[in-house]
């Protein structure tokens, strides 16, 4: 959120308000009438990142890079085809994006469910999936915590070294990389 704006993600859109004096005024709603999970804002309030989980049509993301007056779509992370499984055999599919985070200017961490990790290095045009945190053998124990899959719920990037993340996964614990995430 800029200091001048406030993103309010809801099950009925995205709330975008504006300050108005000792107040706020509600500026426009974006995909009125959809579930909004989360939204995520810079620091100027002209990208805006909102995830959508539509149900039936699965889970969304878009951005906008003028302060959520108009939105593209972008594909949202997904898990890589496992080689050499059989035809029986599929990756997990994201059923939610329940977290973002800033890493760098234009880079950017997302938790989802299941309990996966992912970096975009251009904005969000493309993912990948932490290949240290999901390879981990403790996350084949990691079980759902009100949800059928585990979610990665928390991102918190060290404002001193960007290098630094926590995340917190949803019976699954917290767990920190000093390293940008390559362990």
Known sequence: MS?????????????????????WTHLRTAFAGAPVSLSLASDDGRTVFAALNLGHFGTKLHRSDDGGATWTELAPPAFP?????????????????????WARPGQLWCGTAPGGLFHSADHGATWALNESLWNHPSRKRWMGGGTVDP????????????????????????????DGGKT
């Open 3 to 23: 200091q001048n704006r406030l993103h309010v993600a809801t099950r009925k859109g995205l709330m975008i308000y504006e300050r108005a004096g000792a107040g």
């Open 81 to 101: 085809k496992v080689e050499g499984a059989e035809e029986t055999e599929k990756a997990p599919a994201v059923v939610g994006i329940w977290s973002l985070a």
């Open 151 to 178: 979610a990665l719920h928390s991102i918190v990037v060290d404002p001193r070294d960007p290098n630094g993340v926590a995340v917190a996964v949803s019976c699954g614990g917290v767990w920190r990389t000093a």
